[in-house]
């Protein structure tokens, strides 16, 4: 990687401290892991290579002229996917533009990130779906999942037998994904007539309900709006909170809303990779998942099926592991052998590898060396 620390590189990131998750499981983590330099990308500036996320000004960075540089564009969401006249769509530029986020106005968000990706020389994402819209901008498209080596307790632990029919249930995510437990509400509720159920829930205890930044929410109250078990436990999201507190469940869930509505689709729902699936096996932990086709793919490299589309789904595939202790703890070895072997952090450092040495193969024009006086 020689040639890379000659390149100067811009960073256009999520958050300027580089705290948010995105920067610190994606493009900081590998310079940092590499030892190189960058800096916080300035569009008056001239680089070889402007690294922007999808946090960043799109609206500016998509102008940036083609001849200063090589422009990868992160985009690891299903945003190609909203239908052209959802309310995100059509209203999420405007939030952006007045909130001082973007430059510039534009009304309708689908229309910008298009624009961004035929802009970019690279764009990077995170599933085969995304891969594929992402294609009619873009000819080189790459997907490179999150290192995940924040996630401490990396270590196959096997289930205990449950005690006193107690079922201890992780789940971690943003405080808007409590609503996706809708999707289980019925299948918890006839489980509960069998077990005690205790939910544990790893995540933001507050929250800024629009765009990050404006009006506090509480997350308790979503837990009362959505979930209608009775031991509820919240926890404060920290990467050792997440380790702890979810190794010492019986397994973990992955609920997702696969229902649209008339003007919203839950695209972004619907599109997430297997990324959060993947941390909980290589914690050691079975999880059951809504069936989506990251999480298809997923479960059936590792030889696991424990994806559900139905209520009738959800009781009889946890009943299965939770009956089964001998299932529980297979389901748990193959996920964590799966898990280690496509996304260990050697697996993705080759990749992020491999694109900065395409990147000066195929991109980056060669120096003209130094005139001698």
């Given at each position: 990687m020689s040639v890379v620390n000659n390149l100067s590189i811009g960073y256009a990131p999520y958050s300027s401290d580089f705290s948010a998750p995105g920067d610190r499981r994606r493009f900081v983590y590998y310079a940092n892991s590499k030892a190189i330099d960058f800096e916080i990308a300035k569009p008056e500036n001239e680089y070889d290579i402007v690294y922007v996320t999808h946090g960043a000004d799109i609206t500016l960075w998509s102008?940036?002229?083609?001849?200063k540089a090589?422009?990868?564009y992160e985009l690891i969401d299903s945003y190609l996917a909203w239908p052209v006249f959802s309310f995100y769509g059509l209203f999420r530029g405007l939030a952006k533009y007045l909130s001082g986020k973007h430059k510039y106005c534009q009304l309708n968000s689908k229309k910008s990130i298009e624009s961004m990706c035929r802009r970019a020389d690279i764009v990077i994402c995170s599933t085969e779906e995304q891969k594929n819209d992402i294609r009619r901008y873009c000819?080189?498209?790459r997907i490179i999942l999150d290192v995940k080596s924040e996630y401490h307790?990396?270590?196959m632990t096997l289930q205990p037998k449950l005690n006193n029919n107690e079922l201890n249930i992780a789940w971690e995510g943003v405080p808007g994904n409590i609503k996706s437990f809708t999707v289980i509400r019925d299948a918890l509720s006839i489980l509960s007539k069998q077990y005690q159920i205790n939910l544990h829930l790893i995540t933001a205890l507050k929250y800024k309900k629009y765009m990050n930044k404006y009006v506090t929410k509480h997350t308790i109250n979503e837990v009362k709006k959505y979930i209608d078990i009775k031991n509820v436990y919240l926890y404060q999201w920290n990467e050792l909170t997440v380790s702890h507190?979810?190794?010492a469940c019986d397994f973990a869930i992955i609920p997702i809303d696969l229902n649209n509505t008339p003007f919203f689709a839950n695209a972004l729902d619907k599109g997430k990779p297997e990324d959060k699936l993947l941390i909980f096996w290589l914690m050691g932990l079975p999880a059951v998942v809504s069936e989506t086709p990251p999480h298809l793919r997923a479960m059936k490299g590792a030889g696991v099926s424990m994806a559900c589309s139905t209520t009738n789904d959800w009781v009889s595939t946890i009943k299965d592991i939770v009956d089964n202790k001998t299932k529980r703890n297979q389901s748990a070895k193959k996920g964590f052998a799966y898990a280690s072997r496509v996304n260990s952090e050697e697996r993705i450092i080759s990749l992020w590898d491999d694109l900065f040495e395409d990147i000066?193969?195929?991109?980056i024009p060669p120096r003209r060396p130094e005139t001698l006086t």
């Open positions: 102008k940036y002229d083609k001849s090589v422009i990868v000819d080189d498209v307790n990396y270590k507190i979810s190794s000066e193969r195929f991109h």
